[in-house]
């Protein structure tokens, strides 16, 4: 039997002993998750404008996770019920296979500066081609300090685009993200472009669009282990394909797969300290990227195997931004063994294929409202008013009742409480 088998059972207390020894936590790590430390007042006040205060999610953690072969914890950060669940079940289900693989395909980023009102388009095309390493140099003195951290600017794309003449740069930005590293040497090419090309720059910025930052995860699940029966197990493997080919053909279904991928994947950019509308602009851009909005993930069957794969853009940092002001991050980044920006891309490809997975198999089978509608229940008695000794009384109550919503759970409390006295 695993060591974390059951980890949902535990205490809080337990949960986090459990995680300090498994993970090797530092006493840093320990005494904030103890105390449950928040971002002080003097750094939230810096990091967003006009601030009143914090605003609190639960900081949640997968057990365990295999990736590439190595054991991993997840931290999450999520409002919703049944994520952290359903992951962790997915996560032991293929765990029982190979785990995931993760592919980094390239990790650049790319910025444009957006050219107009150039008299002779082909010719500035040409003469931006030919001063390629000028431009790069140029690149590179705005932000000289990640070329000296072995980065830099790698690249230049043109492309004519109705009126106009956009020029990509490409930037290893290493452990970053990049969007500062970017925006100022882009900024920094904007007037030699405009004098080389005697066009005007309409604007210099980072693309979310990060299409050199491709991450692919991939599980191969031996389909025998998805049901006692084979021949339940067979059918599971079969409607999950069949749901894959779904989401390929009808953007309605493929918005919800997607939805469901990204509950897994913002839950760890979130817990990272990772910007996640940047990476959710880049993913959706990235599922419609041949005209029709399709699912980001695919599973098929291979033989005695289901096998998933999702690929998607992800420009994930380990440094910058608010990363090192957080003190949670600092203990997510702990959890996961401090990882590098590519185990970290990969690891967060991995757990949405993992969630997909873990929302498909409960759909083509039980149906998503069985597991939801469990611990749904659950966050209405908390709404509800119920103390930590009446919830689960209240949460099992709800379930058998027709309408499972705020004020069944407040009738329900009621009851409990007026059985108590009498
Ligand atoms: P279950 O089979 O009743 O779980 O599933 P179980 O009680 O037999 O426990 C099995 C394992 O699940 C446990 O192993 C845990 O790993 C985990 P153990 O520790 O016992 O060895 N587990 C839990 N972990 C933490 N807290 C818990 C907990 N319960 C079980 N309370 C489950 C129950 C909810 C996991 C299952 O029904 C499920 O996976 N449902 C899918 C839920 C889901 O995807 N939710 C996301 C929100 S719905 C949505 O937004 C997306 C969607 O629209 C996307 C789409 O359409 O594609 C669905």
Redesign the pocket.
């Known amino acids: 039997?695993?060591t974390?088998?059951?980890?949902?059972?535990k205490s809080r207390q337990e949960r986090i002993d459990l995680l300090v020894h498994e993970r090797a936590l530092s006493e840093e790590s320990l005494a904030i998750l103890q105390q449950d430390h928040n971002l002080p007042e003097t750094i939230a006040g810096k990091m967003a404008e006009n601030h009143l205060g914090t605003f609190a999610l639960p900081f949640?953690v997968?057990?365990?996770f295999w990736l590439n072969g190595q054991e991993y914890s997840l931290p999450m950060v999520t409002e919703?019920?049944?994520?952290?669940?359903?992951?962790?079940?997915?996560?032991?289900i293929i765990g029982k296979s190979s785990g995931f693989t993760a592919t980094i395909h390239e990790r650049l980023m790319i910025g444009q500066v957006a050219l107009y009102d150039i008299p002779n388009s082909a010719e500035a095309r040409q003469q931006i081609l030919a001063e390629t390493d000028t431009i790069l140099n140029l690149a590179n003195q705005g932000h000289p300090s990640i070329v000296k951290r072995g980065g830099g600017a790698r690249k230049i794309q043109v492309e004519e685009k109705d009126e106009f003449l956009i020029v990509y740069l490409s930037v290893d930005v290493k452990e970053a993200m990049g969007a500062n590293i970017l925006n100022t040497m882009l900024e920094g090419m904007k007037d030699y472009l405009e004098d080389l090309t005697k066009g005007k720059a309409l604007m210099a910025i980072l693309s979310n669009y990060a299409t050199e930052s491709l991450v692919t995860a991939e599980c191969r699940i031996a389909i025998s282990t998805l049901a006692t029966s084979s021949a339940i197990a067979q059918e599971t493997a079969e409607k999950i394909a069949l749901?894959s080919r779904l989401?390929q053909v009808d953007p309605y279904?493929a918005a919800?797969?997607?939805?469901?991928?990204f509950?897994g994947i913002d839950a760890l950019v979130l817990a990272t300290g990772n910007d996640w509308r940047a990476v959710e602009a880049g993913a959706h851009a990235y599922a419609g990227r041949d005209g029709q909005y399709r699912g980001l993930s695919t599973w098929e069957i291979e033989g005695e195997e289901l096998v998933g794969q999702l690929t998607i853009p992800l420009p994930i940092a380990t440094v910058g931004g608010s990363i090192g002001l957080n003190p949670k991050v600092q203990v997510a980044f702990d959890i996961l063994g401090q990882p590098d920006a590519r185990t970290l891309a990969g690891l967060i490809a991995a757990t949405g294929l993992c969630?997909?997975f873990?929302?498909?198999?409960?759909?083509v089978t039980?149906g998503?409202q069985?597991?939801?509608m469990?611990?749904h229940a659950?966050s209405l008695a908390i709404l509800a008013g119920a103390t930590e000794a009446e919830v689960d009384t209240i949460a099992q109550q709800l379930r058998k009742e027709k309408h499972t919503n705020l004020e069944t759970a407040k009738r329900l409390l009621q009851l409990l409480r007026q059985e108590k006295e009498a």
């Open positions: 039997m695993s974390f088998s059951g980890f949902y059972k949640s997968v057990p365990e919703e019920p049944s994520v952290v669940a359903a992951c962790s079940l997915g996560a032991k749901a989401a279904r919800t797969h997607n939805k469901g991928i509950n969630q997909n873990a929302a498909l198999r409960a759909l039980t998503i069985q597991g939801h469990k611990l659950k």
